[in-house]
């Protein structure tokens, strides 16, 4: 069934607000301390690799999460890199991912010289399918001694990637079953999932090492930012050693052990974060009335619906997403089009992984409903500002 | 000859001033439009990824280097890994660079999958000595059509990293020679040497691609960051797409060309640097000044002289260096503690990169000099603030 487009932009209007020039897909609020703690970094010029707010921060980001050990990093992707290397992936190892995500995560990937094996997403939760993983790992594995062997490829699959779709959590436990069984690491991208509980628990729990962002479309922002999280206080330990360069501290000797990152997040983007953190809770509250203002918006808008949250999860809704009832092509970039036109940012889902140049040659299942869902999906101004 | 501490210390005590409880090694100085610049960003949430800052801050650095691009990224590191990157470098090539360097710049050459060769420094630039050089490629190499081949290895010897130390330029030209002799691309590591010039050309115009630091302890700094600078201007752009995430402009399309990273500089931190350019000219001739009086207050001290700018140079002068006429680690360390001990910092040079656990099996010539100066040599505190 055709949906209309005109009463879509209707409905989009009566929840954004009227008279402002743009209204963008995330943008960040600014109304707690971010002034005075960033101010404070400039006066005692403690702007850097060390300072008070880095330490804060992280213990902010491990309180609100619950893990042990939060890492402060420069953005999700580096935070990627390192739960990876930290979780065993070595050269040439696959590492099962939803194609419908954002590029971060296969480059992330790429950066350990390891392949990403796409695999497809539910409807229920725009992730990963537990089910449809089980089966298709059933056909094409064995599992040895050495861990799980793609059958058709004779490399090890040594990890999981579950994505936070949007801020919607994974569907957790059977993935955990899964992991188990194939003796798979599970590194949850929580990029996009702060303030996302799955069956009571923040997401990133389940991990052996989890990762957000704070980038500036997020929930909260350090202009640019990451977080590696863990519940592994050894692994922790060792993250920070590795994203600060891997020196051995010492008084002046400048000595390093490992091959090391420059991956720190400096302190003046720590202290955004930490009056970011402070306002998160309102930040939540107000998201998830701004996605009620919308369910109730488009209740009887035909052609399509408003993505609510699974039932076993209390999402953060992060971007807002509408979903056509049927794949077309021509009336979503219709709507695309009208809205964009009209000061209302919108957008698809990403171009699938498996369709880019750089990732087409990689493994991957069946992709039908990730492939539909592509179609189907656009995402709606999500600011808690709204 | 034994050098006498309490005369040295009392040398320190003459330049720095008294009354402050640490004067440390170098720290920044806020004392333009920081402030202001950065209150706009969080007024205006442009904080992150995109912003007029980033844009700014890059056409200074070109400005002000006189190179045709520059794009500005997370930190020198990063900035080093786009730059070795896009100057050719594969999987198991050899890279020359000094033993005598931080160890950023072998970790950047490691995440390319290659290997450092490390090479000796000579005194009067304490960078990469190319007479030395010379005559070591002579008998080490061959020069074939698929470039130059290390004998021992038979791995490519693919570029040379000269890092310009604490700011005083290598002796480029006799370098380039070689570099044209031997078929190897030139990657200035100047991320110490903003503000300096050789032979009246700022450092970072003879790399094929050059690399910047502004790092909390720079001459200027950003909180963390750096920048890739080059003249050739269609590296320089693709320089930018790969560290913006490789994606392909479009207004609401997500679809990426290549393997990309996420190392783009925050706007909140260009804004710092903005303010920082500005007052990059006061703060050089201000570390010049404070160059100047430690010159003049080592004069008459026996055993240990004042590092000055190589004769065909103008140095930054970023750390300034004491350097002892010989080697006596007792005599150093007795230094170093008392100095520390007494609210100055000093410190050694870092550990030579081949003695690292890491890079311990890399190639290297006859490292004998910079073994010398790894154990004369000291920085003091360097601010432009003093």
Same mark, same amino acid.
């Given at each position: 069934?055709?949906?209309?487009?005109?009463?879509?932009?209707? !409905?989009?209007?009566?929840?954004?607000?009227?008279?402002?020039?743009?209204?963008?897909?995330?943008?960040?609020?600014?109304?707690?301390?971010?002034?005075?703690?960033?101010?404070?970094?400039?006066?005692?010029?403690?702007?850097?690799?060390?300072?008070?707010?880095?330490?804060?921060?992280?213990?902010?980001?491990?309180?609100?999460?619950?893990?042990?050990?939060?890492?402060?990093?420069?953005?999700?992707?580096?935070?990627?890199?390192?739960?990876?290397?930290?979780?065993?992936?070595?050269?040439?190892?696959?590492?099962?991912?939803?194609?419908?995500?954002?590029?971060?995560? !296969?480059?992330?990937?790429?950066?350990?010289?390891?392949?990403?094996?796409?695999?497809?997403?539910?409807?229920?939760?725009? +992730?990963?399918?537990?089910?449809?993983?089980?089966?298709?790992?059933?056909?094409?594995?064995?599992?040895?001694?050495?861990?799980?062997?793609?059958?058709?490829?004779?490399?090890?699959?040594?990890?999981?990637?579950?994505?936070?779709?949007?801020?919607? *959590?994974?569907?957790?436990?059977?993935?955990?079953?899964?992991?188990?069984? %194939?003796?798979?690491?599970?590194?949850?991208?929580?990029?996009?999932? /702060?303030?996302?509980? %799955?069956?009571?628990?923040?997401?990133?729990?389940?991990?052996?090492?989890?990762?957000?962002?704070?980038? +500036?479309?997020?929930?909260?922002?350090?202009?640019?930012?990451?977080?590696?999280?863990?519940?592994?206080?050894? /692994?922790?330990?060792?993250?920070?050693?590795?994203?600060?360069? !891997?020196?051995?501290?010492?008084?002046?000797?400048?000595?390093?052990?490992?091959?090391?990152?420059?991956?720190? /997040? *400096?302190?003046?983007?720590?202290?955004? +974060?930490?009056?970011?953190?402070?306002?998160?809770?309102?930040?939540?509250?107000?998201?998830?009335?701004?996605?009620?203002?919308?369910?109730?918006?488009?209740?009887?808008?035909?052609?399509?619906?408003?993505?609510?949250?699974?039932?076993?999860?209390?999402?953060? %809704?992060?971007?807002?997403?509408?979903?056509?009832?049927?794949?077309? /092509?021509?009336?979503?970039?219709?709507?695309?089009?009208?809205?964009?036109?009209?000061?209302?940012?919108?957008?698809?889902?990403?171009?699938?992984?498996?369709?880019?140049?750089?990732?087409?040659?990689?493994?991957?299942?069946?992709?039908?409903?990730?492939?539909?869902?592509?179609?189907?999906?656009?995402?709606?101004?999500?600011?808690?500002?709204?």
């Amino acid at each position: 069934m055709e949906f209309d487009v005109v009463a879509v932009v209707k !409905a989009l209007k009566s929840v954004c607000p009227a008279g402002k020039e743009f209204v963008g897909l995330h943008e960040p609020c600014f109304s707690g301390n971010e002034w005075a703690y960033v101010k404070e970094c400039i006066d005692t010029v403690w702007v850097s690799s060390v300072g008070k707010y880095v330490d804060r921060f992280e213990e902010m980001i491990a309180d609100f999460t619950g893990v042990k050990k939060a890492v402060a990093v420069v953005n999700g992707t580096a935070a990627l890199h390192i739960a990876l290397m930290l979780a065993g992936v070595e050269k040439d190892d696959e590492i099962v991912m939803p194609a419908l995500t954002f590029v971060a995560t !296969a480059n992330a990937v790429s950066y350990c010289n390891a392949v990403p094996h796409f695999v497809d997403s539910e409807e229920r939760t725009l +992730g990963i399918d537990p089910l449809k993983l089980k089966d298709y790992l059933k056909g094409a594995t064995i599992v040895s001694p050495d861990g799980c062997i793609n059958k058709s490829t004779g490399r090890r699959i040594k990890a999981v990637i579950p994505m936070h779709t949007f801020g919607h *959590p994974v569907d957790l436990d059977p993935l955990m079953d899964i992991c188990n069984e %194939y003796k798979l690491e599970m590194i949850e991208d929580a990029a996009e999932s /702060l303030g996302s509980y %799955y069956k009571g628990v923040h997401t990133g729990n389940w991990g052996k090492l989890s990762i957000l962002s704070f980038n +500036g479309n997020k929930t909260i922002t350090t202009g640019g930012g990451g977080a590696i999280i863990t519940n592994d206080e050894s /692994l922790g330990k060792l993250a920070k050693h590795l994203t600060t360069t !891997a020196k051995i501290p010492h008084r002046w000797d400048y000595r390093h052990d490992y091959v090391g990152y420059n991956y720190r /997040l *400096p302190n003046i983007n720590a202290a955004l +974060g930490c009056a970011q953190m402070e306002q998160l809770p309102g930040f939540l509250k107000k998201k998830r009335d701004l996605a009620a203002r919308y369910n109730q918006a488009f209740q009887n808008i035909k052609g399509i619906k408003f993505f609510t949250e699974p039932p076993e999860s209390k999402s953060n %809704y992060w971007l807002n997403v509408l979903l056509l009832n049927e794949v077309d /092509l021509e009336q979503r970039n219709k709507l695309l089009d009208k809205t964009n036109n009209n000061g209302i940012m919108t957008r698809p889902a990403w171009t699938l992984l498996h369709k880019l140049a750089m990732f087409k040659d990689c493994p991957r299942m069946d992709l039908s409903c990730a492939e539909n869902l592509e179609m189907r999906l656009i995402n709606i101004p999500s600011s808690a500002t709204l």
